[in-house]
């Protein structure tokens, strides 16, 4: 049954949130096919990739939130990560197929010669296919049979952004303000991991030697 | 009777960033007749290749479709700038420009030339003697518009100063002032802009002081009220609103070069065989285009440029 308190529970925000600018960008892009105002400047695909890639590294540090705030404050919404995830891959993929196709239009040659030889451009290729495992085994049926791989398989997450936000940094111009932002963002959220498992360690010992 | 000679380098009208979109738009000022009123002073171009009576006929043409590229390309040339003194997103110095004050205008020469001083925008750009150009601009981003200038060539203005032999390049700065310019709060680039060119370059005629768009004023985001236009060259050369002309024995060090030396070089030659390091040359988007085009060696000039470069390595001097 339908409930009020389902309507508007976390879970349905989460997914407005997350579709809510892939909604905005659609919109906009129609308004431009159709020859209409739209926001997308006069360069709309140079728009979309920036606004895609962003989203992509948002996402992805957001799902990358989600296990440190479920154990600082006690909320329990470890269960809406695999939900994010999935939008980072989302996010992701517009990226992707705007790059192939609205910006290169399948011209092998150059991007070939893109991801081979300009680092940044294989950064953010090899981010790109590392998702595309997680978001194929993010069902719950691939978790259980799984097992404990299916965690092993799901670090490459950390590898994941650290290789978006190195491509975030590196393909912008001069204006480094908002990746260095994002650069911060992950720094703190891999040095939470990093403490964390610092601490389990400590107290593993400790235990060995009582 | 006055007969247009074309010369090597002239496009045609029609290779302008969505024409249909300029005649709309001349039209929408006339009918809203608030731009017309605002930049009172439209500049006079004797011997255009495009005058005004040759366009209107041409309005109706684009009957179907001219509501569509009124609103959808808007102001393409004045709203989509790399202009970081007002932002570094392209639609940042549309929104933020309109504080730049550009009367009065003061330029300051000095280095190796006989005239030295300050001088107006009217003491170095003669309006009597503007042109109109019509020149592709290929940004280094790998996008390109064709825009149609008016202005006069470098060496006239420069040989109103006299430039004498110890010039070897002249070098332009854009005013530094972070009430007119909001995006100097911040330090994307060391302000003030610099830019530079080799005095053969800059003789060179195809290189103009532009002073207009479409035959009205500069509009602040293009660089009012007098900026360097070098059609050959990427899109960064073209310094805007100058307020510093110098003429210098040692090639000056320009900024983009001081942000990244090994993506952006002196020269800055349009050159599709020389990829930035970080993307490639070989192709540009034309604004309006929904594919690529192939970028042409020196932006499609070489036939006038190339000389100015024999035996050296474009590959090295980037």
Redo the contacts between chains.
């Keep these: 049954m339908i409930t009020l308190e389902k309507v508007f529970s976390l879970r349905v925000l989460l997914h407005l949130l997350a579709i809510g600018p892939v909604l905005w960008l659609s919109y906009q892009m129609w308004l431009w096919l159709s020859g209409a105002p739209h926001v997308l400047t006069a360069n709309p695909i140079e728009y979309i990739t920036d606004f895609t890639g962003r989203g992509t590294v948002r996402m992805l540090l957001i799902t990358l939130c989600v296990t440190p705030l479920a154990k600082l404050g006690k909320w329990r919404i470890l269960k809406y990560r695999r939900l994010l995830g999935l939008y980072a891959f989302l996010y992701g993929m517009l990226h992707f197929l705007n790059y192939m196709v609205l910006d290169y239009f399948f011209d092998w040659e150059l991007i070939i010669e893109d991801v081979l030889e300009r680092k940044a451009i294989t950064f953010g290729m090899i981010a790109f296919a590392c998702l595309i495992p997680l978001a194929a085994t993010s069902f719950k049926f691939m978790m259980k049979k799984m097992g404990k791989n299916w965690q092993k398989l799901h670090r490459l997450i950390y590898i994941i952004t650290i290789l978006a936000v190195t491509h975030n940094y590196m393909m912008v111009k001069a204006d480094v303000l908002v990746p260095t932002i994002h650069a911060m963002i992950l720094a703190i959220l891999l040095s939470y991991r990093v403490y964390v498992n610092w601490l389990k360690y400590k107290t593993s010992n400790k235990k060995r030697v009582a | 009777m006055l007969i247009k000679i074309k010369n090597s380098w002239d496009l045609n009208e029609n290779d302008v960033t969505s024409e249909a979109h300029y005649l709309s738009r001349r039209k929408f000022i006339r009918a809203a007749g608030v731009l017309g009123a605002g930049s009172a002073a439209n500049l006079m171009i004797p011997n255009l290749g495009v005058s005004q009576e040759e366009l209107m006929p041409g309005t109706n043409m684009y009957g179907g ?1 001219e509501l ?2 009124e ?4 102001d ?1 040339i004045t ?2 700038n790399n202009f ?1 003194e007002f932002g ?1 997103n ?2 940042d110095p549309v929104a933020n420009a309109h504080t730049l004050i550009t009367e009065p205008w003061s330029v300051t020469v000095d280095g190796h030339c006989d005239n030295p001083g300050v001088y107006s925008v009217e003491d170095l750009v003669d309006h009597s003697k503007l042109e109109e150009r019509i020149y592709r601009m290929r940004c280094v ?1 790998a ?1 390109s518009m064709v825009i149609p200038w008016a202005g006069v060539s470098l060496s006239e203005v420069l040989n109103k100063v006299k430039p004498n032999s110890k010039a070897k390049y002249v070098y332009f700065e854009t005013l530094v002032d972070k009430k007119q310019m909001p995006g100097q709060a ?1 330090n ?2 060391k302000w003030p802009y610099r830019e530079g060119l080799r005095m053969d370059e800059a003789m060179h005629p195809l290189t103009i002081m532009a002073v207009g768009l479409y035959g009205r004023k500069l509009a602040n985001q293009n660089g009012a009220p007098l900026r360097l236009v070098v059609p050959w060259k990427y899109g960064f050369k073209g310094v805007k609103s100058i307020v510093k002309i110098s003429f210098v024995e040692r090639k000056p060090n320009t900024s983009w070069m001081r ?2 030396p090994n993506e952006y070089g002196f020269y800055a030659n349009v050159n599709p065989k020389v ?1 930035h ?4 040359q ?2 540009e ?1 034309r ?2 285009d ?3 085009r192939k970028t042409l060696m020196f932006n499609g000039y070489g036939e006038q440029v190339a000389y100015l470069y024999d035996g050296m390595n474009l590959r090295r001097n980037f």
């Design positions: 479709s569509r590229d609103q959808n390309t808007l393409i709203g989509y970081y570094t392209k639609d981003e996008w911040g994307v680039i942000l990244a990829p390091p970080r993307w490639s070989a192709k988007r604004i309006g929904f594919g690529r």
